[in-house]
């Protein structure tokens, strides 16, 4: 269930998928929020890291528990602009996080109701409330125009490939 807070902490994630663009990468952003408090914010940093495992929920997360001083998230919420993957909905009932809002659904990849759900999924030891489509139109149209763009730039390369020959 969406509650007035989410649009708010949805900008904040979508305020850092846009940081993530101005560098290059992927546009998504999360955002963990406990006691009405930001405690932890984090982009996709996967081409700068140079390492698969930099998504911006799991940099929140690791952020999170720094902040916290535990593994166990418990009541926060974790807002992030796109729904996540496998990997990233393994490390959400990991660090026992209850609540969960995204944006943009991922036909490709998303864990939490497009291919699985493995969020509720009663035989975990963990289940969270989620909530989708915050700001979805948004979220998408964050991805859909930095691909577009990725698509055109590949395509003048190879024009003035072809130029030079």
């Known amino acids: 269930m969406e509650t007035n807070n989410d649009q708010t902490y949805m900008n904040l994630a979508i305020e850092e998928a846009k940081k993530a663009e101005a560098i290059g990468e992927v546009p998504i952003g999360a955002v963990i929020v406990k ?3 930001v405690i932890a914010r984090a982009h996709n940093l996967r081409e700068t890291t140079q390492n698969a495992v930099t998504h911006a929920e799991l940099s929140a ?3 999170a528990c720094s902040e916290v001083g535990s593994w166990r998230l418990e009541e926060t919420t ?3 602009t796109l729904e996540p993957c496998p990997m990233c909905a393994g490390a959400i009932l990991q660090s026992r996080i209850p609540r969960v809002v ?3 659904r991922d036909p490709k990849a998303g864990c ?3 291919l699985y759900r493995l969020l509720n999924d009663s035989r975990f030891n963990h289940e969270c409330e989620v909530t989708e489509g915050v700001r979805a139109e948004e979220c998408g149209a964050l ?3 930095f691909f577009r763009g990725l698509r055109e730039q590949k395509k003048a390369a190879k024009k003035a490939m072809r130029e030079v020959e």
């Open 112 to 114: 939490v109701d497009s």
């Open 78 to 80: 974790l807002y992030v």
């Open 61 to 63: 997360i690791q952020d």
């Open 35 to 37: 006691d009405g408090i």
């Open 102 to 104: 995204y944006g943009a």
């Open 143 to 145: 991805l859909t125009n």
